[in-house]
């Protein structure tokens, strides 16, 4: 055979051997592609393809074929070792139209996904739209978004600030969300151009506004919204030592930033998929002329590199270093010393003052930037307009105290996380408990929460009242420390600790919780509004004394005004319904809310429950139905039932459902209510109780009838009690010991 025919096979045999050699990002053995769609591992297609957790179906009846989720009904768009991507519902509510999905949901538990926190945004569309998003029960999240607008000249192409289109962030370890669409007038003003309500979670790089949207997104069923992934629930520490641990070679193990669990990466000098045993390898930098780092001879070694110089010539051969210098002849000895010492001792001694000069500089600028960043200038601002008095008792803490009191924010001094960030457990240097709370890493509306807590907790001083002690600003993120109390929230003794907490306790905490909002309303210099008042921001100590914390929510209000009109915050079930429907914030939203908690009290129930018929879902309409059915003491919490007076329990009910009125000027004020309460705790049992089931007639009133199954008076079973009552409305009811 010639050498001439023997060329193109050669050629051949190389292209084949290469294509073979190629990394595959699958198992062996594994389908890599469902379409033009390619599958790394873990992810994969059948049995023994991937991980647990992470198995695609390839639906082969599209055209091109669909990967989707486990064997459900979530589609997968896009596949990769850094994130996913699948196509989520969008919910609508039009113009005359009942047939639209305008309460939509996606749930990822049971799965190693996440929704992305710092890829999504909630978004909502339309001129007369109101969303929410709730996520799961564990984490208590709820958000929303209010998209308004008159006519279609005032909506710009290209910004959701409210104005047609809104859009808000989402928490981090979100695995389920609830959507529902909500109208103020039902599109009648503006259905022309604007028919229609729409939300959704979107990937943000893929969504910019247009006007037109308001029409064509009716044509829309599904968005992408992208998801973080992470292999198991167990940290790097914990997982490098189980047998299932599923880094490869030359990889390294990096904890999960979006939920429990961790992920894999490559170690420097190599690449490829880490999941694999030999998924990484190595990078050859002397390969590529382009980007070779060195400027004569470069040696490939596993995981870097080395580079030297030709025979003739000196230096560290690299092209960001010396390079490559040619060898000169001798010169001078004496003059060659005497000239470099000189030389080097001028240059220390400029650089030692130029390394200081700029270090000290450097620092400033830091420290500034920081003081800026975490809102210092606006916390000054906030001091000067109120007379600098504000954060008089309060101390400016410096970044290592904090780190050394929570042993550098470890994981284990972690006392809760919230909507602004995280409370950690820390101990100072005079054996001082305290609680620090960390923002997360904020923007421009968490730095205006952090500087509203710090100014409104600093002019509040009251027993139960959480004190703050201080603050710091110059970390990356802000910090505020105030008092710890130790014995968790209010919400947690009632729901998860169940029935552990006496009737008398009840009462004492809903007096005390009602005295510092009185005090909060009405007492303070300026009248402050808690705006998200509910059992988890009552925190108790150790002798259960109750503590009104989270103060991110609430606002300042001036002397010469009742209301004001903000943004709709707060937590779903708590919600003041007026308060909601018009955007005004009085002392009555916090009364409604404190309604709320006093049917906790009573009850034991959830704010929301999906166990309660439709109707009843939320705790206020359920308590207020028991009520006016004649049935209080059937949905009272059993130790309640037991414990508690008859007539005070009524007492207390009565309290609650006036708080609860739709209305906010038929509600209490606070003050009020906090005196009827400390009423309420001094009252003493006079009544004597019949012995077996009888009917009798007790005076009320139509619209508010006798609930309780006690009476004044001893009476024998069957007696007709009505004669002795004045010209009142009768009404009958079951009296039971």
């Not at 790394?40 to 989720?69: A, R, S």
């Not at 009251?462 to 710890?484: A, D, F, M, Q, S």
């Not at 309780?708 to 069957?718: H, Q, R």
């Amino acid at each position: 055979m010639s050498s001439h025919a023997s060329l193109p096979l050669l050629l051949l045999l190389s292209v084949l051997t290469g294509a073979a050699s190629a990394a595959s990002d699958a198992l062996p053995g594994c389908q890599e592609n469902c379409g033009n769609a390619t599958i790394p591992y873990p992810f994969g297609i059948g049995e023994g393809c991937h991980l647990p957790g992470f198995k695609v179906t390839c639906n082969t009846t599209f055209d091109p074929p669909k990967m989707f989720m486990n064997n459900g009904n979530i589609e997968f768009l896009k596949i990769s070792l850094d994130d996913v991507r699948i196509a989520t519902l969008i919910a609508r509510q039009c113009y005359a139209s009942s047939l639209d999905p305008s309460h939509i949901w996606s749930n990822l538990k049971g799965t190693p996904y996440t929704f992305s926190n710092s890829r999504n945004r909630f978004t909502a569309l339309g001129c007369d739209t109101l969303a929410l998003i709730q996520g799961d029960n564990s984490t208590g999240y709820t958000g929303g978004c209010v998209s308004v607008c008159t006519d279609e000249s005032s909506v710009t192409n290209g910004t959701c600030s409210g104005i047609a289109c809104c859009q808000t962030a989402i928490p981090a370890g979100l695995k389920r969300f609830d959507s529902t669409l909500g109208q103020l007038v039902s599109y009648n003003a503006t259905w022309s151009f604007s028919p229609c309500g729409y939300a959704f979670l979107i990937d943000q790089d893929e969504y910019v506004f247009s006007v037109p949207d308001l029409i064509g997104f009716r044509a829309r069923r599904r968005v992408p919204t992208v998801l973080d992934w992470a292999i198991g629930n167990e940290t790097c520490k914990v997982a490098v030592r189980s047998p299932d641990y599923a880094c490869g070679e030359n990889s390294h193990c990096i904890d999960s930033t979006n939920g429990p669990g961790y992920r894999c990466s490559c170690n420097s000098g190599y690449s490829g998929n880490p999941h694999l045993k030999q998924g990484c390898q190595d990078v050859d930098e002397c390969k590529d002329p382009n980007s070779n780092p060195c400027v004569k001879i470069c040696t490939n070694t596993p995981g870097g590199y080395a580079c030297s110089c030709p025979r003739g010539t000196y230096g560290d051969g690299r092209k960001d270093g010396k390079g490559c210098i040619d060898e000169h002849k001798a010169f001078p000895l004496m003059q060659s010393v005497l000239g470099s010492g000189l030389g080097l001792l001028f240059l220390l001694i400029c650089g030692s003052w130029l390394y200081w000069a700029l270090k000290k500089r450097r620092l400033m600028r830091l420290r500034e930037s920081f003081f800026k960043q975490n809102g210092g200038l606006l916390l000054q601002q906030q001091l000067a307009s109120r007379g600098g008095s504000s954060v008089e008792t309060a101390r400016i803490f410096t970044a290592d105290e904090l780190k050394r009191a929570t042993d550098n924010y470890n994981e284990s001094r972690i006392l809760g996380r919230g909507g602004y960030g995280t409370v950690y457990r820390g101990v100072l240097q005079d054996g001082r408990v305290v609680a620090i709370k960390k923002s997360k890493v904020v923007d421009e509306s968490q730095i205006e929460q952090f500087i509203n807590e710090v100014v409104i907790l600093s002019r509040v001083i009251h027993r139960n009242v959480v004190k703050i002690l201080g603050c710091c600003l110059e970390t990356e993120v802000p910090l505020l420390v105030y008092e710890y109390v130790s014995n968790g929230t209010l919400f947690h003794h009632v729901h998860r600790a169940r029935g552990t907490l006496a009737w008398p306790d009840r009462l004492r905490i809903a007096a005390e919780t009602a005295a510092a909002l009185g005090y909060l309303h009405s007492a303070a210099a300026e009248p402050i509004f808690h705006r998200d008042v509910k059992s988890a921001n009552i925190l108790l100590d150790g002798r259960l004394t109750a503590k009104v914390s989270d103060f991110g929510a609430s606002r300042l209000v001036p002397l010469d005004r009742a209301q004001v009109t903000t943004l709709v915050q707060g937590t779903l079930g708590y919600l003041d319904p007026e308060y909601f429907q018009t955007g005004q914030l009085t002392e009555k939203s916090d009364v409604y809310s404190f309604g709320v908690v006093l049917a906790e009290l009573l009850t034991g129930e959830k704010p929301i429950s999906e166990a309660r018929p439709d109707e009843e879902r939320n705790l206020a309409m359920h308590f207020i139905v028991a009520m006016r059915g004649g049935r209080l003491f059937e949905v009272l919490e059993g130790r309640v039932r037991e414990e508690g007076e008859g007539e005070q329990i009524m007492t207390v009910a009565r309290i609650a459902r006036r708080c609860l009125r739709l209305k906010g000027e038929e509600r209490p004020k606070m003050k009020e209510v906090a005196a009827e309460l400390e009423r309420a705790r001094r009252y003493e049992r006079t009544e004597s109780f019949v012995d077996e089931t009888t009917t009798v007639y007790v005076d009320g009133q139509e619209d508010e009838p006798t609930m309780s199954a006690y009476f004044t008076g001893t009476f024998e079973a069957g007696q007709d009690v009505s004669s002795g009552f004045e010209s009142r409305v009768l009404l009958p009811v079951n009296l039971q010991r």
